[in-house]
């Protein structure tokens, strides 16, 4: 069986939920694949990588955009940033997987990351900004050929 996930928000919680999904039908033994666009993009960022967004527009966006998986606001309750803070302590006390341990989690479990060339073209995203374990960058036309031959097709 194949799953298809398409991770298009940036927010921690939803990333988790995405990660979460796929992490549990890598482990049933199927073929997973996620597709990460618009702000999903930024949960595939190198911490610390640096910018080279070209253009006013493309700068901003890459000034106010999160920096990696580490610093992902919540969808809710973010609070200026003690939300994420709040549920990250909670989750290591509990001892549960950070978003950058997810990632990990995924790739050791077969999921194949992909990252979207036209959301990495709108926002100046370079591949060398993204983590290594990104198995490849491709538009939607390698989204729909993979989402085509799933059974399960997912919008986080």
């Not at 039908?25 to 199927?30: I, T």
Request: charged share 15%; aromatic share 6%.
């Amino acid at each position: 069986m194949k799953v298809t996930l398409v991770v298009f928000s940036g927010d921690m919680d939803k990333a988790m939920a995405a990660f979460n999904i796929a992490i549990g039908a890598g482990s049933m033994g199927m073929d997973v694949s996620m597709f990460f666009t618009f702000w999903g993009i930024h949960i595939l960022k190198r911490p610390n990588a640096p910018s080279t967004a070209k253009g006013l527009i493309r700068k901003m966006l890459s000034i106010m955009s999160p920096p990696g998986a580490h610093k992902l606001p919540l969808s809710k309750l973010n609070m200026l940033g003690m939300g994420p803070f709040m549920m990250k302590k909670l989750m290591k006390q509990y001892k549960m997987p950070d978003v950058q341990e997810m990632i990990s989690l995924a790739k050791q479990g077969g999921v194949k990351l992909i990252a979207c060339t036209t959301t990495m073209e709108l926002m100046g995203i370079s591949r060398n900004q993204l983590v290594e374990q990104v198995d490849r960058v491709a538009g939607v036309a390698t989204y729909l050929s993979e989402a085509s031959e799933a059974s399960v097709n997912l919008f986080v």
